[in-house]
């Protein structure tokens, strides 16, 4: 779990640029942009950890990151950055926790 959150707070963070931070939310290319390098450093850093994601896990990753940013980035419909990641958190807590 913990290679995951590295790879999930790099890819949120570190990876993600300032414009494609506030144009994400106005075009779904750059959330694809931005989902797409997300799960890249989840995957990297998982495989660093010695951990393979299977294409169940990193489709759940990729779909559920596109689904909850845009509650955020685009509608406003999450106001907390802490809920927000959460939310992330949650569904790679719930790849360990099911073994997708």
């Known amino acids: 779990m913990l290679w995951l959150l590295a790879g999930h707070f790099l890819g949120d963070f ?10 994400k939310g106005e075009s779904w290319e750059i959330m694809a942009y931005h989902v797409l390098v997300h799960a890249a450093a989840v995957l990297v850093t998982a495989k660093i950890g010695g951990f393979e994601l299977s294409s169940l896990a990193i489709a ?6 596109f689904f909850i940013d845009p509650l955020k980035s685009r509608w406003k419909l999450i106001k907390s950055i802490w809920l927000d990641q959460l939310l992330h958190i949650a569904i790679l807590g719930g790849i360990v926790l099911l073994g997708i």
Not at 14 to 23: E, H, V
């Open 60 to 65: 759940v990753l990729l779909v559920f990151h």
């Open 14 to 23: 570190s990876l993600q640029p300032d414009w494609m931070a506030k144009q």
